[in-house]
């Protein structure tokens, strides 16, 4: 089985208020890409990989007149692809989704949220990801209230051969401090953006670590918006929100090599123009991260850059589309479950 995850970079821009496909020469959210040539790019990436489920990181939007679900399904349609059926969690006001396309002769999913529901009190217990979750996270006596923009999506999923496992659909919050204009207060945005972030990463694993104890195969897979050493700022905390994700008991590859001391080259995931040069920052931001209890199941990852992976290199449509499709790369797990 392959399971992929793929944040598709303004996949919103490309439906209309009906949830129909755009497909014409405006400009699509992609710098200098159209919404056909967006379009046709996803179809030709979604094609190639051919995945069994594909959580999809800001896929459409959910609002008052347009549904994630049924954006998807037509997305599916148009491109004949197996993946026809969508599971989907809570939706948020960012207009940048969680949800998973999924094909249902290989497999099931439904949402499954665990954790307390809470007021805006919250709680201490790791509650219901919509919730709120309390932590006094710089011990300084004061307890912050902690949401996600993006609530992650809970899914309990049963395999074709009868394999069950929870699959969690993740968006962290950047660390980048958008919107301020002088140093002062991009330190106190970065500094308050990472404290934000590893709140949340210890809020989701501690539900990764309840699946864990009871004795359930666990694959967390999205795009946490951090690494070791992404910024200064981590070293203020001890750990970036991967390392405290991963533990010592989740395994991926790509981020396992990242946190080791002297890591080297790291594979990259995403690739951004910076405004105003003329070249490109690339970073490891998406991880397909599995339990112990999967890694007896023969798993291989791979990341479809269209530079760096040879077999997106050697096929010049699919490298295009990789380029045109967005900013993220998709990253694959083949897996026998």
Request: with cysteine; glycine share 6%.
């Amino acid at each position: 089985m392959r399971l992929a995850t793929y944040n598709v970079e303004w996949f919103a821009e490309l439906f209309d208020r009906d949830d129909e496909i755009l497909v014409d020469d405006e400009p699509s959210g992609r710098e200098g890409v159209t919404r056909a040539r967006q379009v046709e790019a996803l179809g030709i990436v979604f094609t190639a990989m051919d995945a069994d489920a594909v959580m999809i990181i800001e896929a459409p939007n959910t609002g008052r007149r347009q549904d994630t679900v049924r954006a998807l399904e037509r997305f599916a349609r148009a491109f004949d692809l197996r993946t026809r059926s969508v599971a989907m969690g809570f939706a948020n006001e960012t207009h940048q989704e969680i949800a998973m396309l999924y094909d249902p002769d290989r497999l099931t999913a439904r949402h499954d949220p665990k954790g307390d529901a809470t007021g805006k009190k919250g709680s201490r217990e790791a509650p219901r990801f919509d919730g709120v979750f309390r932590i006094d996270l710089d011990i300084d006596g004061t307890e912050d209230l902690v949401t996600f923009s993006k609530p992650p999506l809970e899914l309990d999923v049963t395999t074709a051969q009868g394999t069950h496992l929870r699959i969690i659909g993740a968006h962290l919050k950047s660390v980048a401090p958008y919107g301020e204009k002088t140093r002062d207060g991009m330190i106190r945005a970065a500094i308050a953006n990472r404290r934000k972030q590893l709140a949340q990463a210890i809020w989701l694993r501690a539900r990764i670590d309840a699946h864990l104890a009871a004795g359930e195969p666990v694959i967390l897979m999205g795009d946490l918006n951090d690494g070791p050493g992404l910024d200064e700022f981590e070293e203020l905390f001890g750990r970036s929100s991967v390392e405290i994700l991963l533990g010592d008991d989740l395994f991926d590859p790509h981020a396992r090599r990242a946190v080791q001391p002297c890591p080297g080259a790291v594979p990259t995931t995403a690739r951004f123009r910076i405004p105003d040069q003329e070249q490109y920052l690339e970073a490891l931001l998406d991880y397909i991260m599995i339990s112990q209890d999967l890694m007896s199941r023969r798993p291989e990852w791979r990341i479809w850059h269209p530079l760096d992976n040879e077999r997106c290199w050697r096929v010049p449509e699919l490298r295009e589309a990789l380029l045109a499709a967005s900013d993220h790369f998709p990253v694959t797990l083949d897996i026998e479950i």
